[in-house]
């Protein structure tokens, strides 16, 4: 079986805390793989948030995400509180990858729970079309 692999860059500026909630343990008493997914959203929204623009004004554009991909490294439990490592890289004409990196620190050590990137392309919802990577989202990226 081939592994997912994701080439992380070296530099995630943006970084958050997100306490592990019951409802995103699932039935093997750890966080589950659709959990992980909504605190990568949560986690996108937050960065967008930081950028200041959102997933629907993202510099006058909107975004959509054409793919994921996730890693798993380790298990996240009820009770911890997760970091996750967000950053921008492959900046194309329209779209770019957003990576993230999510761990934990417990008994005093840090253990990586997740890598995972997103492929997010810049869409137009007006005309449901995909639109040019905003000049302005390159520059903040090079901040």
Known sequence: MAKVKIEMPARLPFSTQLP???GDVNYGGHVGNDAIVSILHECRLQ???????TELDFFGTGLIMADLAVAY???AFYGDVLTVEVGAAELGSVGFDLFYRISTVRNEKTILITEAK???VC??????????LPEAFKEKNNE
């Open 73 to 75: 490294k380790g298990e």
């Open 47 to 53: 960065y967008l948030a930081s950028l200041g623009c």
């Open 123 to 132: 869409f137009d919802y007006n005309s449901r079309k995909v639109a040019r």
């Open 20 to 22: 592990v909630r019951i």
């Open 118 to 120: 997103t492929g997010m």
